[in-house]
């Protein structure tokens, strides 16, 4: 959800509070402030505020999550990617502590200034949040999306940023994670090959990998996940709020969980 806040023309600073957590504010030159507020995957249904305060003023918005289903798939898969063998549990448990520090620590500054872009350009075929079931057992839902990507595609980056993980994981395969800044990430995953290297830079567009079936696959494929503030979003709603066309690249840029509110300030609004 991307908010829109129209604030006192003196405002330094900005502060948005919602689903119990703060959410960074940044400005274009002079125009208008902007807050990118991610909504979980496990958000519950229900009535949630949203708080903003600028310059002196406050006001306080109000959301409505609805309820959701998703779908499942059943998919047969190595079962050592199940449950991994004794051995490699040191190495999973590692990597899963790497990803939290990668979490919890994003760059304070937005990296990026242009839209988001698509990282292939073929077409999402498994869907965000779908229940997932591994030779017959229920595993966590799918954080991100699949693209029906041939192998040796090349993926770009969404956007500009800090490449702060560029190896490979057992589950994901080579992965390749960008720090947009501002507690905004994504993840490429599956890769056949990484064309980069932690603590580079890069900007919208620039190869970082090429598709595979690396880690637990039945095929090649690319799985782009999103994250923002620790909260699982969908990335093709980060496509409908920061893309280049808001709302209009079709089905796929505008889920039905993806929206945009704008938020007007003024004197008697608190």
């Known amino acids: 959800m991307l908010l829109t806040i129209d604030a006192p023309a003196a ?14 504010a940044y400005r274009d030159a002079d125009g208008p402030w902007h807050a990118l507020v991610g909504i979980d995957l496990d958000a519950k249904p229900g009535a949630y505020d949203v708080r903003i305060a600028a310059g002196g003023e406050h006001a306080t918005d109000h959301l ?68 997932s079931i591994y030779n017959g057992e229920p595993r966590s839902p799918h954080t991100g999306a699949d693209f029906l990507s041939p192998a040796g595609r090349p993926v770009k980056a969404p956007n500009a940023g800090r ?55 039945t095929g090649p494929h690319l799985h782009w996940a999103v994250r923002v503030n620790n909260s699982r979003v969908d990335p093709l709603s980060l496509l409908y709020v920061l893309g280049a066309s808001p709302g209009g690249g079709g089905p796929e840029e505008a889920p039905s969980l993806s929206d945009r509110l704008w938020v007007r300030h003024s004197p008697d609004n608190e």
Not at 85 to 99: D, G, K, N, S, T
């Open 11 to 24: 405002s330094r600073d900005v502060t948005v509070r919602a689903f119990e957590r703060d959410w960074p």
């Open 64 to 131: 409505t999550v609805t309820r959701r289903v998703f779908p499942t798939r059943r998919l047969a898969v190595n079962p050592d990617l199940v449950h991994p063998p004794p051995e490699m549990m040191v190495r999973v448990e590692a990597e899963a502590q790497h990803l939290r520090e990668i979490w919890d620590h994003p760059a304070p500054q937005r990296l990026w200034a242009s839209p988001f872009v698509r990282p292939v350009p073929d077409e999402a075929n498994s869907a965000f949040g779908t229940r």
């Open 163 to 217: 490449i702060v993980l560029a190896a490979p994981q057992y589950f994901s395969g080579n992965t390749v994670i960008i720090d947009h800044g501002l507690r905004v990430f994504s993840l490429l995953a599956h890769l056949s090959e990484i064309d980069v290297k932690t603590g580079d830079m890069v900007v919208a567009g620039d190869v970082v990998g090429k598709v595979g079936a690396t880690g637990r696959v």
